[in-house]
């Protein structure tokens, strides 16, 4: 099982990025797919969340309406568009597999670290 994000980088302050996180090994279209985040001396935060049927969802707060999930099943990839970005979306990012949206995490990716400058 493998997920292998890309896309990260430093960008300036409204910029945009878009993530990618390409799956292997385990039935991708079936998982509800997270992005997360880690921002140096704070703890992980879901940013938002899809669910196998391509419905996003659970989108933290101070990125609804600049971030967008989503996913393409023919390709076992979810995406995470970010754009209007602010020094405060600064972390590592992450994507997590799932069986269900009430089911524990059972793969994480390692990670691409996206920096927003001032």
């Known amino acids: 099982v493998q997920l292998v994000e890309s896309g990260g980088g430093l960008v300036q302050t409204g910029g945009s990025l878009r993530l990618s996180c390409a799956a292997s090994?385990?039935?991708?279209?079936?998982?509800?797919m997270s992005w997360y985040r880690r921002a140096p001396g704070k703890e992980r935060e879901l940013v938002a969340a899809?669910?196998?049927?391509?419905?996003?969802?659970n989108y933290k707060d101070s990125v609804k309406g600049r971030f967008t999930i989503s996913r393409d099943n023919a390709k076992n990839t979810v995406y995470l568009q970010m754009n209007s970005l602010k020094p405060e979306d600064t972390a590592m990012y992450y994507c997590s597999a799932r069986r269900a949206l009430s089911a524990p995490y059972e793969y994480w990716g390692q990670g691409t670290q996206v920096t927003v400058s001032t």
């Open positions: 899809i669910t196998s049927a391509g419905v996003g969802l």
């Open positions: 090994g385990f039935f991708f279209s079936t998982y509800v």
